[in-house]
Structure formats: C-alpha cells, structure tokens
C-alpha cells in the first residue's frame, strides 16, 4: 500500500515538473500575426524532439534536422530545392541510426476534391522519402501517411493560409 502511494506521489511530481517546465507554443493564428512562420521544427506541436545519436553527423547537418516541414507549390509534388540538403541530413541520421522510425505525412491546401487531396498528399510524402531513400535511409524506417487537408498548419481560404498547408512533415516515431 505505501510502496503504491509512493509511486502515485512521485509519477504526479514528475507530471507537475513537465507541464510546468512545458514550453509556450504559439497557433498558427498567432504565428501568421506576428510574421512567422508556423510548425517549421521539432518545438512545434507533435513533432518529437530530435533523439541522441548523432555525433557522427557535422554541426550544420545537425541543425538542418530541427526543420522537418516542408513547403510546396500549388498542385506539386515537387520538393523545393532549398529542402534538399535538409532532406539528406535526415537521410543521414536514419543511416546512423539503423533502429530509428520515422513517419513522412503529406498534407494539402483545401482546394480540390477529398480524394485529389489524399492523393496529392501522398505524392508529396513519397517525394521526401524517394530523397531518404536515395541517400541511403532504408525503407523500412520510414513509414508514409497523407492526411490531405484534414490537418490544417493555418485556417483561412486564402493563398496565405494556403501556402502553409501545403507541406510534408517527417516526424520521428517513439522507441
């Protein structure tokens, strides 16, 4: 019985240590206000922070893996040639790191039909991981989704909301 309150005790401290040393994460609203940019690395919602084992990766490709979103143009599957040297950093890390998951979801702006979208998706999430695969991840690492434009960065039908729901995300997956 006490060995049971200790252990409630202590998980509910290390709970309030979390929550309050949890960051302030701005939405997307707020990020278009202030002239950011929303959800472009591991600090932002959802995207898991980057694991530890990569000391066999330079400083500069260790940074690059702090971005994990990736823009698109409109109607493309295309990924932007700034996002290369990223990509391959990532790459890079899956080959360092031969037990690390990763997940590449592809998501759309509103425009076009549902199943056009899921499609588009897709597409987009294949082009990251045809780059990762390419440079030398295995295929068994990473996994796609497409979410289409179910999962909004940015509400509003306009091309400012647009540009930013247009992406792909690679996330790390847990253990």
Same mark, same amino acid.
């Given at each position: 019985?006490?060995?049971?309150?200790?252990?409630?005790?202590?998980?509910?401290?290390?709970?309030?240590?979390?929550?309050?040393?949890?960051?302030?994460?701005?939405?997307?609203?707020?990020?278009?206000?202030?002239?950011?940019?929303?959800?472009?690395?591991?600090?932002?919602?959802?995207?898991?922070?980057?694991?530890?084992?990569?000391?066999?990766?330079?400083?500069?490709?260790?940074?690059?893996?702090?971005?994990?979103?990736?823009?698109?143009?409109?109607?493309?599957?295309? &990924?932007?040639?700034?996002?290369?040297?990223?990509?391959?950093?990532?790459?890079?890390?899956?080959?360092?790191?031969?037990?690390?998951?990763?997940?590449?979801?592809?998501?759309?702006?509103?425009?076009?039909?549902?199943?056009?979208?899921?499609?588009?998706?897709?597409?987009?999430?294949?082009?990251?991981?045809?780059?990762?695969?390419?440079?030398?991840?295995?295929?068994?690492?990473?996994?796609? &989704?497409?979410?289409?434009?179910?999962?909004?960065?940015?509400?509003?039908?306009?091309?400012?909301?647009?540009?930013?729901?247009?992406?792909?995300?690679?996330?790390?997956?847990?253990?």
């Amino acid at each position: 019985m006490k060995a049971r309150i200790l252990i409630t005790a202590a998980a509910t401290a290390i709970a309030f240590t979390l929550v309050g040393c949890a960051k302030k994460v701005s939405t997307s609203e707020e990020a278009m206000e202030s002239g950011a940019t929303p959800i472009t690395t591991s600090s932002a919602v959802g995207l898991s922070p980057i694991f530890p084992g990569t000391k066999n990766l330079s400083p500069e490709d260790q940074e690059r893996l702090e971005t994990r979103v990736f823009y698109f143009d409109y109607d493309s599957n295309q &990924v932007r040639e700034e996002y290369y040297s990223i990509v391959r950093a990532h790459a890079l890390n899956l080959v360092e790191n031969p037990g690390v998951r990763i997940r590449v979801e592809g998501h759309t702006d509103d425009r076009g039909s549902r199943e056009y979208n899921i499609a588009l998706g897709e597409r987009r999430a294949q082009a990251v991981m045809n780059i990762l695969l390419m440079e030398g991840a295995n295929r068994n690492q990473i996994s796609l &989704v497409s979410y289409g434009s179910e999962k909004s960065a940015v509400p509003g039908y306009e091309e400012s909301a647009w540009q930013y729901n247009r992406r792909a995300v690679i996330v790390y997956e847990a253990g």
